[in-house]
């Protein structure tokens, strides 16, 4: 019922900047939180930043403050993470994670996206 779709990763020296999409589609009222996690070969998934339906309530791993700012565009159902100095230690598959209210009054519903590489050379 809802799809998930990430852009913008990719290749990136060690000190350069990225900006990952996700764009949601689909039936959708809201979407509360949305979020922003990371998975590193043998690695459990991490969060790396979500955002509330506002834009008003930010959290950030601590690994990203600083460097990395998410944000949102409620019209487009589309969240960002704009991510600056980048470090190899970022190099991960990112993926968009969202929790939609198809209806007023109905449960939230959490959804992944595919995942989009993102490496970081040194």
């Known amino acids: 019922q809802v799809r998930l779709v990430e852009s913008g990763g990719g290749l990136v020296q060690a000190g350069g900047s990225l900006r990952l999409s996700c764009a949601a589609s689909?039936?959708?009222?809201?979407?509360?939180?949305m979020g922003w996690y990371r998975q590193a070969p043998g690695k459990q998934r991490e969060l790396v930043a979500t955002?509330?339906?506002?834009?008003?309530?930010?959290e950030y791993a601590d690994s990203v403050k600083g460097r990395f700012t998410i944000s949102r565009d409620n019209a487009k159902n589309t969240l960002y993470l704009q991510m600056n100095s980048l470090k190899p230690e970022d190099t991960a598959v990112y993926y968009c994670?969202?929790?939609?209210?198809?209806?007023?009054?109905?449960?939230?519903?959490?959804?992944w996206g595919q995942g989009t590489q993102v490496t970081v050379s040194s």
């Open positions: 689909g039936t959708i009222f809201s979407i509360n939180p």
């Open positions: 994670n969202a929790k939609v209210i198809y209806y007023p009054g109905t449960s939230p519903a959490a959804y």
């Open positions: 955002i509330t339906s506002g834009g008003g309530s930010t």
